[in-house]
């Protein structure tokens, strides 16, 4: 979504929403952050949350009325249109990968994560592989000195290049990097028409890139890398109203088993999200299904914030942000909900 589409969307989002973002702020009676989480949410709770494939899974599952009650959805998703909205006071909690909440921190937001979704056997089932341009020859990390690679700062994907330069004992000095936008088939076009030599492409890109350039000598490479975090994260602010933040202790349990009906329903999945609501081919949502594994959702986010510190250190090297504490960005309440709410089925 542009910035021009966003910003009405915001303005509307925070028409519906109100003032409830900020009843906390101004509320004496705030739940402190330490405090237990409550777990009954009272009647006239609302939170707005934007987790688009979540909804569709809810809704296909037959659990959509049970958090229809205190959800308002939202069509948005991702570090930027998160942020915006965080900051208009429109969105209590948002789907991401990794770095978004990262970004969010340096930035002046205080945001927390609550849920945290990765995948087994990680290396096999990346989200990225490192896309090559057609006549380009990228076989090893080491190829890639000189080369014009594609980075997109604050996001996924712009992480990873840095990790992934770091891996292969290079700087950024030893590289071009340029600076583009990771939506869309952004980062494919730009391989095919040979503005960047290397570029990390995501999801179904990568099957259509190759489909489509790969005779021309389009391939792509493995980063052997971990790029396989996702989060739900929200501001502070909506964690210290007691209503809300009951209200997504409830919405990190549903996600929680939603996330496992997806995984035991692929047939299901691929016709009502990748057919019907994304627009994709049954022969690529299949080929999404098989290379995304199974998913793993811990009950202890150890090793996870072990992972993010590295990642931290690692963005405020090469960006002179402050380094941050990855487990400042957790807040712990909400270690065990989504994988004790699959245990149990839904609650």
């Given at each position: ?186 980062y494919a076009q730009a391989l095919a028409g040979k503005q960047v030599d290397v570029a990390p492409i995501g999801g179904v890109q990568i099957k259509r890139y190759l489909a489509k350039y790969g005779k021309d000598g389009a391939s792509t490479i493995d980063h052997g890398l971990r790029d396989d975090a996702g989060h739900l994260y929200g501001p502070v602010e909506s964690l210290e109203d007691p209503a809300k933040a ?102």
């Amino acid at each position: 979504m542009s910035r021009k589409r966003l910003l009405p969307a915001l303005a509307l989002l925070a028409f519906v929403a109100g003032c409830g973002a900020n009843a906390a702020a101004d509320d004496s009676a705030k739940l402190s952050l330490d405090a237990p989480l409550p777990t009954a949410v009272p009647d006239g709770a609302k939170i707005v949350v934007g987790d688009p494939a979540t909804e569709v899974a809810l809704k296909l599952s037959g659990q959509y009325d049970k958090v229809s009650k205190y959800v308002q959805f939202a069509n948005l998703s991702g570090g930027p249109q998160t942020t915006e909205a965080f900051r208009a006071h429109a969105l209590d909690l948002g789907s991401v990968a990794e770095i978004p909440p990262i970004h969010a921190t340096w930035t002046g937001l205080h945001v927390k994560i609550v849920a945290s979704k990765f995948r087994q056997d990680p290396l096999n089932h990346p989200i990225y592989k490192l896309g090559v341009a057609p006549g380009v020859s990228v076989k090893t990390f080491g190829d890639l000195r000189g080369k014009k690679i594609a980075y997109s700062p604050g996001q996924a994907q712009g992480a990873l290049i840095l990790k992934v330069l770091k891996k292969a004992g290079l700087t950024k000095d030893d590289v071009k990097l340029v600076e583009l936008p990771s939506t869309g088939d952004v980062y494919a076009q730009a391989l095919a028409g040979k503005q960047v030599d290397v570029a990390p492409i995501g999801g179904v890109q990568i099957k259509r890139y190759l489909a489509k350039y790969g005779k021309d000598g389009a391939s792509t490479i493995d980063h052997g890398l971990r790029d396989d975090a996702g989060h739900l994260y929200g501001p502070v602010e909506s964690l210290e109203d007691p209503a809300k933040a009951a209200a997504i202790r409830a919405y990190v349990a549903a996600w929680g088993v939603a996330q496992e009906w997806i995984d035991k329903h692929p047939k299901e999945w691929i016709e009502g999200y990748y057919v019907k609501n994304q627009g994709l081919s049954a022969a690529d949502g299949q080929w999404l299904v098989d290379n995304a594994g199974h998913p793993d959702i811990p009950a202890d986010w150890s090793d996870a914030i072990q992972r993010q510190q590295e990642t931290i250190e690692l963005l405020a090297q090469e960006t002179g942000n402050k380094v941050i504490e990855a487990k400042d960005l957790y807040d712990l309440r909400f270690q065990t909900v989504a994988a004790d709410a699959i245990k149990g089925g839904a609650k």
